[in-house]
């Protein structure tokens, strides 16, 4: 498969695949799963979500214990991944990278999202990615990635040019007039509970 950038080879390929192996853990759903429900809290009338990047669709899984009757679509670049992310049912799957994806593929849904994705991309590509979440979003946008007040690459594994923090979020809500900032927080490493990798989430949300 044709791919634009070195980090989409990335994650296609080999380290794509030991990252579904590293990152299959059926416990960390109840940890998504409480996530989603303060997020989803703040939102009125979603039933439908895409989120860019899947993976094996843990993310997904807690979605739909949260709204069991939801409709679920997903893009996907990694082709082991995408076969574990076939098992959940009735779930509409995009195959390739989200640079490659028209955003008439899978049609308009209420929320889009990325969890841990934006950070791995291209920074050049960011703002044709932004363009997709929020051209197949009828009503919410919400990120959930690491934070950063300016644009900083972080060495990942050994690896350079494959992890970088930045204002997603803030970014997004610049390009876009017409967007608000609904809600954010905070999911630390150190929860009781629910411990997560120190990621931030922003939900926004489209006014027109």
Same mark, same amino acid.
């Given at each position: 498969?044709? #791919?634009? *950038?070195?980090?989409e080879n990335?994650w296609? @390929?080999d380290?794509?695949n030991?990252?579904?192996?590293?990152?299959?853990d059926?416990?960390?759903?109840a940890q998504? =799963?409480?996530?989603?429900?303060?997020i989803?809290?703040?939102t009125k009338?979603?039933?439908?979500? $895409?989120?860019? @990047?899947?993976?094996i669709g843990?993310?997904l899984i807690?979605?739909?214990? +949260?709204?069991? %009757? &939801? %409709?679920l679509?997903?893009i996907?670049?990694?082709?082991?991944?995408?076969?574990?992310? !076939?098992?959940? /049912?009735d *779930?509409k799957?995009f195959? @390739?990278?989200?640079?490659?994806?028209?955003?008439?593929? +899978? @049609?308009k849904?209420? $929320? *889009?999202f =990325?969890?841990?994705?934006?950070?791995?991309?291209?920074?050049?590509?960011l703002?044709e990615?932004?363009? !997709?979440l929020?051209? &197949?979003?009828?009503?919410?946008i919400?990120?959930?990635?690491?934070y950063? /007040?300016?644009?900083?690459?972080?060495?990942y594994?050994?690896?350079?040019?494959r992890? #970088?923090?930045r204002?997603?979020?803030g970014?997004?809500?610049? $390009?876009?007039?017409? $967007?608000? +900032?609904v809600?954010?927080g905070?999911q630390?490493?150190r929860?009781?509970? #629910?411990?997560?990798d120190? +990621? *931030?989430?922003f939900?926004?949300? !489209?006014n027109?």
């Open positions: 498969m044709n #791919f634009k *950038t070195e980090q990335f296609a @390929g380290f794509g030991e990252y579904v192996v590293r990152n299959s059926p416990n960390s759903i998504r =799963t409480a996530v989603f429900s303060k989803l809290s703040r009338d979603v039933n439908s979500f $895409l989120e860019f @990047g899947s993976n843990l993310n807690a979605l739909r214990n +949260l709204i069991p %009757s &939801c %409709s679509s997903a996907e670049i990694n082709s082991k991944a995408i076969e574990v992310l !076939k098992n959940i /049912p *779930t799957i195959e @390739g990278s989200f640079l490659n994806f028209s955003s008439n593929e +899978l @049609g849904h209420d $929320l *889009t =990325t969890s841990g994705v934006l950070i791995h991309v291209n920074p050049g590509k703002r990615v932004y363009s !997709k929020y051209e &197949c979003s009828n009503k919410y919400l990120v959930i990635e690491y950063n /007040p300016k644009p900083v690459e972080v060495n594994r050994g690896n350079s040019e992890l #970088f923090k204002d997603f979020a970014e997004i809500l610049d $390009l876009y007039p017409d $967007l608000e +900032l809600d954010y905070f630390y490493h929860d009781n509970n #629910f411990p997560m120190d +990621l *931030t989430w939900l926004l949300k !489209k027109k």
